[in-house]
């Protein structure tokens, strides 16, 4: 089986920063693309940062400037970097990785809880 586990989340005030982390461990062999997902309550989950294998990253509009995504290909881990935290990035974050073969495959980790407020 495959398995994603975050770490980093907490309670940090405004202005504040946080590193999560997303150790994956198990029957994976690609890992094409790495990424961060983040659901608050009674929102929809939303794509938070995204790295392909070639160092490509994607990031929500909101999130810009503010967070940086990486990943450490030899510790089969995904980072990342929040600074300048708001109390709208409260929600629960979630690791994803999409493996693509002849389908692509996604695995999700359980989540980490992020509150910012004062």
């Known amino acids: 089986q495959v398995q994603l586990v975050e770490s980093g989340g907490g309670l940090v005030q405004p202005g504040g920063s946080l590193r999560l982390s997303c150790v994956v461990s198990g029957s994976i062999f690609r890992t094409d693309v790495m990424g961060w997902y983040r659901q608050a309550p009674g929102k929809e989950r939303e794509l938070v940062a995204s790295?392909?294998?070639?160092?490509?990253?994607n990031y929500a509009d909101s999130v810009k400037g503010r967070f940086t995504i990486s990943r450490d290909n030899a510790k089969n881990t995904v980072y990342l970097q929040m600074n300048s935290l708001k109390p709208e990035d409260t929600a629960v974050y979630y690791c994803?990785?999409?493996?693509?073969?002849?389908?692509?495959?996604?695995?999700w980790g359980q989540g980490t809880q992020v509150t910012v407020s004062s």
């Open positions: 790295i392909t294998s070639g160092s490509i990253t």
């Open positions: 994803n990785v999409k493996a693509r073969l002849w389908t692509e495959r996604n695995y």
